[in-house]
């Protein structure tokens, strides 16, 4: 028998936030898969900003992310939990997620205390208190939820390495590890060795994020059957060492000792993927292009209270783009329902589940369609009221050709400013609308 498995390899040039978010957003497939997050940062740093290009190394082509921010603005102990909670919510994180972004946070202000010899509460933190650490856990917790990766699966990891020699830090020159690097990996028991690089691979964030969701470190995995993969290149140059971790999805084979039922057929073993030397990138007169999965099903004997509960299991846990449920007639002209979930390719096999299980169909079907998308960026436009200034995330499309093809408020935004102000959202929209329309021309 075999059991879902995730494997991060980070054994030759460790884990960086950026990394993880890298590898997670080419194993979706979609460069603006992270955009709700870093939409929802806005507030906190209108000038951050998150770009995702495609890079080779050695043969192999994967992701990079890259990240423009203010890097004065550095947040407290309790005010990153209060901003990761917020932004939790507003991406709708489920439980789950959430509990694995504020584990990583945690583990971050644990080691900072220990290494500083301070409570949590006193702590100054330097690179760990700005932005970029909020946009670390709580993308990861969020991507591992679009492909469909925090349901019943196991992750796994490699031994990591942490580099060599020294760093240079807003507290000076440091060893590698540095301090709170070191704290994690004694206090969590996470095997490691040096690596090949001469400076530090092994991040804070980068540590934090490996130790809130790995179950357990492998010396090796060759009883793993790889299915899927995506790589996460970091900015810095290593030289000739690839600033790569992988991500891959597939399949453990279960010794015979841990099967409790007979296993009449052995499961065929599945070539493992070649690296990815490649990107398809078409795009027909600069509209954005890309590929997702469209599943769907016919039902004829279920109530509204299972299609609801259906419908807000795969927005709620992140599993699906949209759900749309549609009445039609079906065999025998019998009233039906035909459900149609779009969706990343990755999360095909937990959707199915999902909608097998809790709709008791026999069966679904599914195909790979192309998208034409108008390019998209968040912007956020500061609002003076009454001598008070108020920030609302805008959201603008645009044509082929750049010229504006709609601006639309955030509308929580609109309605938080409404209900301070107690100017009616009616009043609010159209000024927004035309602050974001002058700025953005």
């Keep these: 028998m075999t059991k879902k498995t995730i494997l991060i390899d980070v054994a030759t040039a460790g884990a960086a936030g950026d990394m ?39 043969g192999v082509t994967g992701r990079q992310l890259q990240v423009t921010r203010n ?47 301070k409570p949590i509460d006193e702590l100054h933190l330097h690179e760990t208190g700005s932005v970029d650490t909020v946009l670390d856990l709580v993308g990861a917790a969020y991507l591992l939820e679009r492909t469909g990766l925090l349901g019943e699966v196991e992750i796994l990891s490699t031994k990591v390495a942490v580099g060599n020699g020294t760093i240079k ?6 060893d590698v590890p540095v301090p709170a690097v070191a704290e994690m990996l004694s206090a969590h028991n996470v095997p490691f060795h040096n690596g090949d690089a001469t ?23 060759d009883d793993f059957v790889a299915q899927n993969q995506g790589f996460g290149f970091g900015t810095r140059s290593l030289g000739k060492i690839p600033n790569m971790l992988s991500i ?73 783009y949209d ?21 990343a390719k990755a999360g095909l096999k937990s959707i199915a589940d999902v909608m097998i299980k809790s709709l008791g169909t026999i069966g679904i079907r599914y195909a790979t369609w192309q998208r034409l998308k108008a390019s998209r960026e968040t912007i956020v436009c500061s609002l003076e009221i009454d001598g008070k200034e108020y920030m609302v995330r805008v959201k603008v499309s645009r044509n082929a050709d750049g010229s504006i093809l709609n601006i639309k408020p955030e509308a929580e935004d609109v309605v938080r400013v409404s209900k301070e102000t107690g100017i009616p959202v009616r009043e609010l929209r159209p000024r927004i609308t035309l602050q974001a329309h002058a700025v953005t021309e």
């Design 71 to 117: 890097a004065g603005i550095r947040l407290s102990p309790s005010k990153l939990k209060e901003v990761i909670e917020a932004v939790s919510e507003e991406v709708e994180l489920s439980p789950k997620g959430k509990k694995i972004a504020l584990k990583g946070l945690d583990v971050i202000l644990e080691a900072e205390s220990k290494a500083h010899n």
């Design 323 to 343: 759900v749309t449920i549609i009445p039609a007639i079906g065999k025998k002209n019998r009233p039906c329902y035909v459900v149609k979930v779009i969706a």
């Design 20 to 58: 993880f978010l890298a590898a997670l957003t080419d194993l979706v497939g979609e460069d603006n898969v992270l955009l709700p997050v870093a939409a929802s940062l806005l507030i906190y740093d209108p000038s951050i900003r998150v770009n995702v290009v495609s890079h080779s190394h050695s």
């Design 199 to 221: 400076t530090e691979v092994l991040t804070p964030t980068g540590a934090a994020i490996l130790i809130a969701i790995v179950d357990r470190f492998v010396e090796s995995h």
């Design 169 to 174: 830090t807003e507290h000076g020159v440091l």
């Design 248 to 320: 891959i999805v597939g399949e453990t084979i279960l010794p015979e000792e841990e099967v409790s039922v007979p296993v009449v057929e052995k499961p065929e073993p599945k070539p493992e993927p070649k690296p990815k030397t490649t990107e398809k990138l078409e795009v027909l007169d600069t509209w954005n292009e890309d590929e997702v999965i469209v599943i769907e099903t016919n039902v004829d004997d279920v109530d509204g209270e299972t299609l609801g509960t259906l419908f807000d299991t795969l927005l709620s846990e992140g599993l699906a």
